[in-house]
């Protein structure tokens, strides 16, 4: 079956260092995105990806990092220039047009 | 900018009972998507319903239903004969057209709905 694949589900980082969140989909999607959502709030747009070798910046890019070398594939990068990582994030795909896919999430903790 | 609003932090409903949540947004364009998302325990994003905004006609899926009043930037999600499997978090979501290549979502701060069996 088609989908978007998150891991791992759990994460936690130590003070002051990288962690990478991987985003893998099948649906042959364009478009990727990744969201943080913080209790209380909506998804916050951190980045986003229409085409391979692309990227752009959301609302929240600082202290986080992309890549997308792939089609099939947007990992995100928390640096540790981002001073409040604990979130849960959500990657997303569309196609053109389309609405929404997302991915289950990852729970990032700062221990 | 666009934004999307809903005001109701939490809605109870009894189990088979009808029950509406509100979404309202701004706007300058003509042409978008609007959507609802829900999100049970499982932080599992799932696709309720949408609606193109230049259908006069409400979306309805199942026992979802969406009332959008263009003029009033409303959008609100009525859901029949709530079900135990109802209880999630729902979110209203905003798409732009499609401007300097790219589409733009929006998303509502959300509203936590609990069904009492």
């Known amino acids: 079956d088609g989908g978007i694949t998150q891991s791992p589900k759990y994460l936690f980082r130590k003070e002051g260092q990288n962690v990478t969140l991987s985003c893998e989909q099948n649906l042959n999607h364009d478009a990727m995105y990744w969201y943080r959502q913080d209790p209380g709030q909506g998804l916050r747009l951190i980045y986003y990806?229409?085409?391979?070798?692309?990227?752009q910046k959301g609302d929240i890019a600082e202290g986080y990092s992309v890549s997308r070398e792939k089609k099939e594939s947007f990992p995100l990068t928390v640096t540790s220039a981002q001073k409040n990582p604990t979130a849960f994030y959500l990657c997303?795909?569309?196609?053109?047009?389309?609405?929404?896919?997302f991915g289950s999430g990852t729970r990032l903790t700062v221990v | 900018a666009q934004t999307v609003t809903q005001s109701q932090p939490e809605m109870s409903v009894q189990e088979a009972e009808t029950v509406t949540l509100s979404c309202t947004y701004d706007t300058s364009e003509s042409d978008y998507y609007l959507f609802w998302y829900k999100q049970p325990p499982s932080r599992q994003m799932i696709l309720v319903i949408r609606q193109e905004a230049y259908k006069q006609q409400n979306a309805t899926e199942n026992r979802f239903s969406v009332n959008f009043q263009k003029a009033a930037k409303s959008f609100s999600l009525k859901i029949s004969d709530s079900q135990l499997g109802d209880a999630a978090m729902y979110f209203c979501a905003y798409r732009s057209p499609f401007l300097s290549g790219t589409y733009k979502y929006i998303f509502g701060t959300g509203t936590r709905l609990k069904v009492l069996a």
């Open positions: 997303a795909s569309t196609p053109v047009g389309g609405g929404y896919t």
């Open positions: 990806s229409q085409i391979v070798n692309d990227f």
